[in-house]
């Protein structure tokens, strides 16, 4: 261990036990105490990095979107425009540990930010950020007749998060969603068909 | 008022005081106490109807969707199938009070059923329930080139939960929302322009 403390890094611990409480008992779970807890820390502790519920959850928030971010620019090889707008979705969709843990917090967030619109400033703009990209691979792309890109880019956005919902409340199966995804590709990409 | 209770209403009564507070502070505020005092009446009253804060959950939800159930059977009337989907569709949005405060306990409870996923079986109902018609609608009317109707119903519905989604949590304005619909609606049903 280095002596000097990490406080990046610490804050990062408390966040990825707010993320566990989070993903198994919800947002209930979540208080500076029950953090605290959670990360095997005294409440003290929690209260020097983070000094509100809200200010621990906006950096939470920020470290998942953060990540998806990272994860997506990794996997972003050079390819056919449709294969990089898969490729970039299906690292949003809960379809594996993480992804289902990131996707816990995220819905747990937007619940709580339709309430507090402001916390969710982070979302909004990877959100805006994923719209752009998507939108630029289509023009890429040439589009089907009668695709509007930034509407598509929107729409296909939209699908997205309404599986990513579908599946964390068990309304779909995770197959049935990617074929949802793959068949909304293809109208949009003018047919090409999706990997299998 | 009548003499006998009527213990449906009731129950009522207090469904509604648990969806002003889960729309107004986020499910963290729905507890059987706070529900009572919403509503102005005795803890023991709710516990007499409510053993619990998930049979109070429960409860709740099935109220909102056979609602929902019921506005859109009323709005169906005889129309060209992209007309009847529209409306269906326009009716699940939340783009009035009426609806906004339905999508906020929707997405509340779409957080809770992340991890207890048992109480949203009345959800996953009503789910399969409008991709059926919906599918049913795109056959009607002949979809589009390459279009599957059960798979386009599906990703439809996505579509909409997303826009819901991104509605509360402020990342789009109803205009840009109700475009995307109407770009989506255009594709599957092979270019018929929606209303304006």
Do not use: C, W
């Not at 969709?93 to 967030?109: K, Q």
């Not at 400033?121 to 719209?131: F, K, N, Y």
Request: charged share 25%; aromatic share 4%.
């Amino acid at each position: 261990m280095p002596r000097k403390v990490d406080h990046r890094e610490r804050r990062e611990l408390l966040a990825d036990a707010l993320m566990r409480l989070a993903a198994s008992g919800g947002l209930e779970e979540v208080s500076l105490r029950h953090v605290a807890a959670e990360a095997g820390v005294s409440t003290g502790m929690v209260q020097h990095y983070f000094r509100t519920k809200d200010e621990m959850m906006t950096f939470a928030l920020g470290m998942v979107t953060d990540r998806i971010r990272e994860r997506s620019q990794a996997e972003l090889v050079p390819g056919p425009p449709l294969e990089l707008v898969r490729g970039l979705l299906l690292q949003v969709l809960p379809l594996d540990e993480t992804r289902r843990l990131e996707n816990h917090v995220v819905l747990a967030f937007l619940a709580y930010a339709a309430v507090k619109p402001s916390i969710a400033s982070g979302l909004r703009q990877l959100a805006a950020e994923t719209r752009t990209f998507i939108a630029d691979q289509l023009r890429a792309a040439g589009p089907a007749d009668g695709v509007d890109p930034e509407r598509a880019a929107a729409g296909l956005l939209a699908l997205v998060d309404g599986l990513g919902l579908q599946l964390l409340s068990q309304q779909y199966d995770e197959e049935e969603a990617v074929a949802a995804l793959d068949a909304q590709l293809a109208l949009l990409f003018g047919g090409h068909p999706g990997r299998g």
